[in-house]
């Protein structure tokens, strides 16, 4: 069974711009969360979709947006680019999306974003 | 809310030596508990779980964790490091709100080097 993959794996943009990352998870999953890590902060919730629905959100300001298809695959949009964004997002998908139903997040290798 | 420390944030052994890799939670009830393993530009790959049940848990590469409720502990551990373990090494805790969907909160990870 293929894993979890994310486009583009690397993206440089200018502060400013506006990005949009892609994530498909594995085939069956439907629930998908999204986690930024930078050195400074570590690994950081953003927010998880089920089903087409955003159900948990993380701490971070409304630049940062996503959205989820039918096929279950995700996007996440980050407007108005800050230096600070620059970091590494990565999409994990489960099943449920419920840990206690003893489901389990698989990560993908990440889109490696750069803010000039 | 949940929070997850890792006292270690770098940790040298020599191979073949055994290693062990704290982690400490705070959670208001029965936590479900994870470790990941991060190579360098690499995401995040699961090492081992723990739901319920027998608080010895085994994973995958010779790695086991064991739960200790009474000490809010789930440390990671390997009798025999090989080189290739040199990675960063995360525990995660994963919320249980069945309305909420995943969210796993992650410690600040402990990198580990090999020495040969």
């Known amino acids: 069974k293929a894993g979890v993959t994310q486009t583009p794996r690397y993206l440089i943009k200018t502060r400013g711009q506006q990005v949009t990352l892609s994530c498909s998870p594995i085939s069956g999953h439907r629930s998908v969360s999204w986690y930024q890590q930078t050195p400074g902060q570590g690994l950081q919730f953003l927010f998880e979709?089920?089903?087409?629905?955003?159900?948990n959100k993380g701490n971070f300001p409304g630049r940062f947006s996503g959205r989820q298809f039918s096929n279950s695959r995700s996007e996440m949009n980050v407007s108005t680019l800050e230096l600070g964004d620059s970091a590494l997002y990565l999409c994990?998908?489960?099943?449920?999306?419920?840990?206690?139903?003893?489901?389990?997040?698989?990560f993908g290798p990440g889109t490696r974003l750069t803010v000039l | 809310a949940q929070s997850v420390t890792q006292p270690d944030i770098h940790i040298t052994v020599s191979e073949g030596a055994s290693l062990e890799l704290r982690c400490n939670y705070s959670?208001?009830?029965?936590?479900?508990l994870f470790w990941y393993v991060q190579s360098p530009g690499q995401g995040l790959q699961l090492l081992l779980k723990?739901?319920?049940?027998?608080?010895l848990v085994q994973g995958i590469k010779g790695f086991e964790a064991e739960f200790k409720r009474s000490q809010s502990s789930f440390n990671l551990r390997k009798p025999s490091v090989h080189w290739s373990d040199a990675a960063e090494y995360f525990c995660a805790v994963g919320a249980i709100e069945k309305s909420s969907g995943d969210k796993l909160t992650f410690g600040t990870g402990t990198r580990l080097a090999v020495r040969p």
């Open positions: 979709y089920f089903s087409e629905t955003q159900r």
């Open positions: 959670y208001g009830a029965t936590p479900y």
């Open positions: 994990a998908s489960s099943y449920t999306g419920l840990a206690g139903l003893s489901d389990t997040q698989y």
């Open positions: 723990y739901f319920s049940g027998d608080t």
